[in-house]
Structure formats: structure tokens, C-alpha cells
């Protein structure tokens, strides 16, 4: 598929015989004025008639949330089960914003200074949402409700891999809000970069790859007025400690690696061990890894679905073909699906064993994504080394540390900066409830998740000395 098409059909990674409807790319100027013109009535309507449409919208998805899953798995290739528990988020996603607008968007009374003041929350204006097609609508959801909540129209372009179901959630969006709240534009990197470079859109919001977050940097470098969000990605390590429980850590790791086919930004991609354990944990973390077969993303019983595109699955089996590397279980890019020979971009999981700590610290692995579930394991002798291995990656999105000791926890954590730490959790536990973002190349510290809202307003500072204005009511304006 070109990078910017004007109109494109794609096909069902986990059966490629199944076309798709086809879609035609957006202009995003007519969306962009609309916006504009909606952004003043929309920051005025008070927050309890906005919330009251945010929640209309909420229970209607909620009637439809099976069929959004099954579109999910559909087009992008996600097990069923995981496209259900995406759509359980998106709907969470709306009382929690809502709770966070109440408490955020609130004027707060200062009365410490010269006169009463007031610390008051401005809605910014329209705002771009640009998603990625792992958590379609998930990840772009959580952003597109807190703008809204906080009186910014938001345009939504999803990813070109993901136009359908991106689609049909518009749908209810566009059916509830006022004309030119919501808009919804498809397409690809053109698009994107009209809407993030128009002076009119006074917010971004960015879930991607490191190399498109820095590309939006520089286009926008000029316009300083511009609030900037990057999601970006991330090579987060599964830490084994001696005193670890070897069967917990052994299963996190296993699906840290493989859930939606190693394609999440938060997937475990290097797993740190303890040399007295390695053996042991490699051994239960290899038989763990056999439960994970590619199999019809659309069966309930399907735990690991196809890769979303063709690209992805060419870049893995050209990876697969190298013999440089230190595979201790090689893995395959599949034409067909092993089940019934439906084609498909199918794979199973590959793990690289480092004993050359230096040539595996040297790896392009170490450095960048590959969205695939291939895993890098390294082996330390103490904590030093732990931590000089995690840190050598330039990311910083979550790591996690197997260790019953809480001191020891502590002692670890201390050295590893990442925006999302754990104990005895995998790598790609990460709630709605609690803040999601990375750090260095993961992110530029404002994450999404919960309080994400507190990014899209700008803030002003009232002063009203005590009797200057009357309570009269009379305006001349």
C-alpha cells in the first residue's frame, strides 16, 4: 500500500482471501475548518452537557462492542479475546476521563495572593489524534475523550491499516456531537502531516514509531503555541531475580511476548536473568512458549493471531534468515495458516541467546522495535550488570522485576527509569486506571492513560480585586 494513498482495499492478515471496504482518503482541510469553527460553542458548553453526550455515546458503543471486537480481529489480526478486552478499555475509558475532567477542568481559588484569584482550565482548541493499528481504538479513544471532555474538537485519523473499525466508532461519535466537534479523516502520512502542521490545530496527540514522532517534531518545530503528546515505543525488559517465582515470571514473559503478536509498544522484547536461574527459567519459559500457536484470530480458543501487514511479516522472515545471529529457538513466517491453510501473515515467537554480552549489547535488536514476537535474553551476574544491560536500550517505556523482596525491588528500581514500572507483572500490564507514557526515545513526558487531560488545556490566572466589579449583572457588551 503507498505511503499516502488516495483510495485502498486491504485484506485480513489471518485470511487474505477476505477483501475489505475499500476506503477513500480524507481532505483534511473542510475537517479542519469545521473544527474550527465548532471550537468556541464547544469550550462553552458547559462540561455537565458535554459529559452527558460523552456518556450517550459511551452506551451506544457499548451495544455495538462485539462487533467493533470482531472488526478489530478481523482487519488487523488481534485474537478475539484480546479485541474484546480492547473494547471492555474504550468503554471504561469514559467515566474515568469523566472523573478526571471533574476534578482537572475545576477552577481552583487562590487566596494567598494580593486579590482573589482563580486558577481556571481554557479548552486549547481543535486538537489531532493520530492512532496506530495495534490498539485502534483504544489508544487513539483515551486521547479523543479527554479533548472532548475538556471543549476540544477533536479530528481523528487512524491508522490506513485500521480505516474500518475506525469507521464505524466515528460513526456514533459524529451521530451524538455537534457538527464539526468530532471528525474523523483517513488516510496516511499526508494527511497526518496537514493536520499536525495546520496553525489551526492547537494540539497533537501521536501514537507511533520513534521515527514518525520525530518527524512531526521538526515539522512543527516553528509553531512553539502547539501542544505536543508522543506515545512512541519501546524495547522493555522482563528482570529475573534468584529469588524470583521462576513459573510466574517464566508465563509473564511468554505473554509479555506474544499477546497480539508481539505488536504492542509495551511487549516484552529482552528478558534480563540472574545467572543462577537462567537455566531454569529458560527451560519453563520455553515450555511456555509452546502454548503459543498462530491459529483464526476470529476463534475464541486463539491465543496468537497473524502480523498486520505483509511488511511486517517480510521484515520477520527476513530476520529469521540470518545465521549470525544467537538463536536458541528460531521461529517462522508462515504463508498459510498451520490449522487450515488459510493464507495469512502468520508466525510463531523466536528467542536470541546472548552469551557475546557484547555483541548482543551492539545488536540492532537492543535498539530498535521490531513488532514481532521475537525476544532478546540476556544473563547478568549481579545487579550492576542488571542494570547496565536494561539501560543500555535507549527507551524507556516499562520493565518489570521479578524479586519477592521488596528491598531488593526498591534497590533495582532506583537504576532503571522507564514511565511504567512493576513488580511481578508483565511488561504489558499497564490499566486504564493509572497513567501510560514512556520516557527518552519512549515518549516525551506526557502520557496517556489516566490524567491525560491534564494536557489539553491551557492554563490562565484571574485576579478580581475585592469590590472593583459589581454583582449587578449589567452588560454593556
Not at 499477546?259 to 527451560?283: D, K, M, P, V, Y
Not at 476463534?299 to 545471529?325: C, F, I, M, N, V
Request: hydrophobic share 45%; net charge negative.
Amino acid at each position: 500500500m503507498p505511503a499516502t494513498p488516495t483510495s485502498w482495499t486491504n485484506h485480513s492478515p489471518g485470511d487474505l482471501r477476505i477483501a475489505l471496504p475499500n476506503v477513500h482518503a480524507t481532505p483534511p482541510g473542510p475537517a479542519i475548518e469545521a473544527a474550527t469553527r465548532a471550537a468556541l460553542g464547544w469550550a462553552r458548553t458547559p462540561l455537565t452537557e458535554r459529559a452527558a453526550l460523552l456518556r450517550a455515546i459511551r452506551d451506544e458503543l457499548q451495544t455495538i462492542a462485539s462487533e467493533l471486537a470482531s472488526t478489530i480481529s478481523l482487519e488487523m489480526g488481534k485474537p478475539l479475546t484480546e479485541a474484546r478486552g480492547e473494547l471492555t478499555a474504550v468503554i471504561a475509558k469514559f467515566d474515568l476521563t469523566l472523573s478526571d475532567a471533574d476534578r482537572h477542568l475545576a477552577s481552583e481559588s487562590v487566596t494567598d495572593g494580593p486579590h482573589p484569584s482563580e486558577r481556571r482550565q481554557l479548552a486549547r482548541g481543535p486538537a489531532a489524534v493520530i492512532g496506530p493499528f495495534n490498539f485502534p481504538l483504544h489508544l487513539a479513544n483515551g486521547a479523543i475523550l479527554a479533548h472532548l471532555a475538556a471543549g476540544n474538537p477533536v479530528l481523528f485519523k487512524p491508522s490506513p491499516v485500521t480505516p474500518v473499525v475506525a469507521a464505524r466508532y466515528a460513526e456514533v461519535f459524529l451521530r451524538h456531537l455537534p457538527p464539526g466537534v468530532f471528525g474523523l479523516v483517513q488516510g496516511g502520512a499526508a494527511e497526518g502531516q496537514t493536520l499536525c502542521t495546520d496553525p489551526r490545530v492547537r494540539a497533537i496527540c501521536f501514537t507511533g514509531s520513534v521515527a514518525a514522532g520525530r518527524a512531526i517534531s521538526r515539522a512543527i518545530a516553528d509553531d512553539y503555541t502547539k501542544n505536543l503528546a508522543l506515545e512512541l515505543g519501546g524495547k522493555n525488559a522482563l528482570i529475573v531475580c534468584p529469588d524470583a517465582d521462576l513459573a510466574a515470571a517464566a508465563q509473564a514473559a511468554a505473554d509479555g511476548l506474544c499477546l497480539t503478536a508481539g505488536q504492542r509498544c509495551n511487549a516484552t522484547t529482552r528478558i534480563i536473568l540472574h545467572r543462577e536461574i537462567s537455566a531454569a527459567f529458560i527451560e519453563q519459559f520455553l515450555t511456555a512458549l509452546a502454548a503459543w500457536s498462530p491459529a483464526d484470530p476470529l476463534l475464541e480458543s486463539t491465543k496468537l493471531g497473524p502480523l498486520a501487514t505483509a511488511a511486517a511479516h517480510d521484515r520477520y522472515a527476513a530476520t529469521l534468515q540470518r545465521d549470525d545471529l544467537p538463536w536458541l529457538l528460531r521461529g517462522t513466517a508462515l504463508a498459510t495458516r498451520p490449522t487450515d491453510g488459510a493464507p495469512g501473515h502468520y508466525v510463531t515467537p523466536s528467542v536470541l541467546l546472548w552469551e557475546n554480552l557484547a555483541a548482543g549489547l551492539s545488536s540492532p535488536f537492543t535498539h530498535e522495535e521490531l513488532f514481532a514476537p521475537l525476544v532478546e535474553i540476556f544473563i547478568a551476574s549481579n545487579d550492576a550488570e542488571i542494570l547496565a544491560l536494561h539501560n543500555a536500550t535507549p527507551y524507556g517505556l516499562t520493565a518489570s522485576i521479578y524479586t519477592r523482596s521488596r528491598a531488593h525491588f526498591e534497590s533495582l528500581a532506583a537504576g532503571i527509569t522507564v514511565g511504567n514500572l512493576y513488580a511481578n507483572l508483565p511488561t504489558t500490564f499497564s490499566p486504564s486506571a493509572l497513567p501510560f507514557g514512556g520516557l527518552a526515545l519512549s515518549g516525551n513526558g506526557k502520557p496517556g492513560g489516566r490524567h491525560f487531560i491534564r494536557f489539553t488545556t491551557d492554563e490562565q490566572s484571574v485576579q478580581i480585586p475585592a469590590g472593583s466589579l459589581s454583582t449587578s449583572g449589567v452588560c454593556n457588551a
